[in-house]
């Protein structure tokens, strides 16, 4: 019966404020409403790492609670009954987890530390209602070339690493210094869409 119901209605929640993830979405042919978090809400505490957690540990953990989160917050809006889609990315240089730059110094430091290196990038994603819910992870791989200090800083002047995971957007102004990538490009932009379509068609959607 809930399948049923979710295929009529033919939409979800997208509890997300990245443009990228609804232009994703709008790929698969979703419609899909945003669940945003209030002003009461501190969507950021979310995102804080544990001591010593692994990268793919912490990505999938974020997920889930901001699933609780929006779950929540669908509740306490009454609105009707729909899937909510959340999702997180990390970039991980080993163990070390490359979350979103605080500010420009802070991503400069991050630009500096990938430079000449291949590192992973790591989503989850999670689709669910109060009664059931799937994860899904995704993990590729992106090797930057050599960056000078000159032109790590003009980049960070560009204000396009703030609040990505990283300090870089793949479809930006860093797909210059990108000298290979494997995996899922979707899933580096924010939301792998193979992994997001399985979970979809599991709740019953045709995509």
């Given amino acids: 019966m809930i399948s049923?119901?979710?295929?009529?209605?033919?939409?979800?929640?997208?509890?997300?404020?990245?443009?990228?993830r609804r232009q994703l979405l709008d790929q698969l042919?979703?419609?899909?409403?945003?669940?945003?978090?209030?002003?009461?809400e501190d969507a950021e505490a979310l995102e804080v790492a544990l001591h010593n957690e692994a990268p793919a540990a912490y990505v999938k953990r974020v997920t889930q609670l901001k699933l609780d989160a929006a779950l929540q917050r669908l509740k306490r809006r009454?609105?009707?009954?729909?899937?909510?889609?959340?999702?997180?990315?990390?970039?991980?240089?080993?163990?070390?987890?490359?979350?979103?730059?605080?500010?420009?110094?802070?991503?400069?430091?991050?630009?500096?530390?990938?430079?000449?290196?291949?590192?992973?990038?790591?989503?989850?994603?999670?689709?669910?209602?109060v009664r059931k819910?799937?994860?899904a992870l995704c993990e590729s791989r992106v090797t930057f070339g050599e960056?000078?200090?000159r032109q790590i800083q003009t980049y960070v002047a560009s204000h396009e690493p703030i609040g990505k995971a990283g300090a870089y957007a793949v479809q930006g102004r860093a797909a210059a210094f990108i000298s290979h990538m494997s995996g899922s490009y979707s899933g580096i932009?924010?939301?792998?869409?193979?992994?997001?379509?399985?979970?979809?068609?599991?709740?019953?959607?045709?995509?």
């Fill in 4 to 20: 049923s119901v979710f295929t009529v209605n033919k939409f979800i929640y997208l509890a997300s404020q990245s443009p990228r």
């Fill in 29 to 40: 042919g979703v419609r899909h409403e945003l669940l945003l978090p209030g002003a009461d």
């Fill in 78 to 129: 009454g609105l009707p009954m729909a899937p909510v889609l959340c999702s997180d990315t990390s970039v991980a240089l080993g163990r070390t987890i490359y979350g979103k730059p605080a500010d420009a110094a802070d991503a400069m430091r991050m630009l500096t530390g990938l430079s000449s290196k291949t590192h992973r990038v790591l989503t989850a994603v999670a689709l669910g209602t």
């Fill in 133 to 135: 819910r799937q994860q």
């Fill in 147 to 149: 960056m000078s200090a």
């Fill in 189 to 207: 932009m924010g939301l792998p869409l193979f992994e997001t379509a399985q979970l979809l068609r599991s709740f019953g959607f045709k995509v």
